[in-house]
């Protein structure tokens, strides 16, 4: 039997692969492949997961959400492990699985994906590290990291959106710079987001983006008026804020660098992410992937 590296977090959105291992390892075993399981522990790393990886394996399976997909990613592309990734998504929001037309029902993601051909996507990188969807920074970037993990499990995403109104209180003119080849920019800014993918906490702020284009699609929302502020969010729950947006910068580059004097933290794909300065750019075909429909 072919075998396959399945790495899954039960603590991932409401724990519920837990209960569906047994329809993981039903339909692997009925098209000729052998899963070797992982357990992923809050407080261990993912070194252990990977220990026997040179050992034959056909792909990496992992169940989670984006910030344990981001996780996996990193610890590959450091490891230099250069097999194929596929992922389960059963995390809270899933927003890189959802661009990469993954099925929510365990069961079906797993036929997709024994069925299909490896392709290849672009991965982002922030300085030394990559990401799969996003990087941002500035109003709600850190909600993810400020939102109690019991909180998410019980809630699910409507969690996020009450910590997003909490934030609204701390709504500040952020100045900041960005360097590229395309536009040099300083402005006072509420939110900077740069995608590999397209959505963001389920909302799909970066609609024309492409995840084989070796470009990252960089939103830059100005500091603005509330009216102002107000209109710009109504464009953006009908999706044509990047046409009609008057205080939004949209760009697409291979890389750019950001500076920022403020104490800002930075997010990436969920997770804390780096200090300022930002060195960013798109690994094109960086990532090799079963399961995907683009």
């Known amino acids: 039997m072919k075998k396959v590296k399945f790495i899954y977090n039960p603590y ?121 969807n996003v990087a941002s920074t500035g109003l709600f970037t850190d909600v993810s990291h400020k939102t109690d993990i019991n909180l998410k499990n019980t809630m699910g995403k409507l969690a996020y959106y009450i910590k997003g109104v909490e934030e609204v209180s701390n709504l500040r003119k952020i100045p900041i710079k960005i360097t590229s080849e395309e536009m040099n920019i300083e402005e006072d800014m509420y939110l900077l987001l740069i995608f590999n993918g397209q959505t963001a906490g389920n909302f799909k702020l970066a609609y024309n983006a492409k ?19 107000l209109t710009l969010f109504i464009q953006i729950l009908r999706e044509d804020h990047l046409d009609k947006g008057n205080n939004i910068i949209h760009f697409q580059t291979k890389s750019l660098e950001i500076f920022c004097d403020e104490n800002l933290s930075t997010d990436i794909d969920g997770e804390l992410g780096p200090a300022f300065p930002l060195k960013i750019s798109c690994e094109h075909n960086g990532l090799k992937m079963k399961g995907i429909k683009l």
Do not use: W
């Not at 995840?211 to 502020?229: C, E, F, R, Y």
């Open 12 to 132: 991932s959105g409401e724990k519920s692969i837990i209960n569906k291992v047994d329809k993981v390892i039903k339909v692997h075993q009925k098209h000729g492949y052998s899963i070797i399981p992982y357990r992923i522990e809050l407080d261990n790393g993912l070194e252990n997961a990977f220990e026997d990886i040179n050992e034959g394996f056909e792909y990496v399976l992992v169940a989670g959400g984006d910030g344990t997909i981001d996780k996996a990613v990193n610890y590959m592309k450091h490891n230099n492990i250069d097999i194929p990734l596929a992922v389960l998504p059963v995390g809270t929001a899933n927003d890189f699985a959802k661009l990469l037309g993954i099925p929510r029902s365990v069961e079906k993601a797993c036929e997709q994906i024994v069925t299909s051909e490896v392709q290849e996507i672009d991965l982002g990188k922030v300085n030394d590290d990559y990401f799969i």
């Open 211 to 229: 995840i084989n284009d070796g470009l990252l699609d960089v939103i830059l929302v100005k500091a603005a008026s509330i009216p102002q502020t």
